[in-house]
């Protein structure tokens, strides 16, 4: 008689062992303020997207590193780049799928720095005014000396970053879309 007992409690510890945290999850999510976190990403989206203008077609097809600002390069210009250039290094098998834009508002071009610390970076003169209000006005106002931007391979600018903060968060928010892009 101890035998039915026994396969009956059983199978309610393995109910409840199965039920149980569905009914604490449920009640975490819709029964408190308790929310897990909305994104992943350490970057800042830009919503909606924003395309870069026809003139930039020759940097389509692989994501871009992109910093805008004086091509004579002063501190937080080169800060930016060196951030990037790391950012780039770190990505390892990956880095070929991966650009550096220098988009020179100004002043181009450090020639010199540019070409011992920065090799292979792209460098595109928009120092045109109606060039450089066609660009200034698809982005964010934002604080552009500080700010670095990744284009995706079909053109469209999709996050920003702050160059004074840690580029962890780049190398991070990178990792994954390289991982999960299929283009580029």
Known sequence: MTQPKSQRRTMLLLIAAFFLPLAVAFYLYFGTSWRPPDTSNNGVL???TVALPQAAAPLRGK???????????????????????????????????VDRV?????SCCDVPYLESDH??????????????EQLMSLLPPR??????YIVDPL????????????????????????????IG
């Open 46 to 48: 830009l919503s909606p």
């Open 143 to 148: 604080d552009w000396a500080h700010s670095l």
């Open 102 to 106: 220098l988009l020179a508002t100004g």
């Open 119 to 132: 090799k292979g970076i792209k460098v595109f003169d928009v120092s045109d005014e109606f060039e450089r």
């Open 63 to 97: 994501w871009l590193m992109v910093y805008i600002g004086e091509g004579a390069c002063d501190e937080d210009c080169r800060r930016a780049l060196v951030f990037a250039r790391q950012t780039r290094l770190s990505l390892n098998q990956e880095m070929e799928r």
């Open 155 to 182: 053109g469209n600018v999709i996050m920003r970053y702050d160059t004074r903060e840690s580029p962890r968060g780049l190398l991070s928010d990178m990792k994954k879309l390289l991982k999960l892009s299929h």
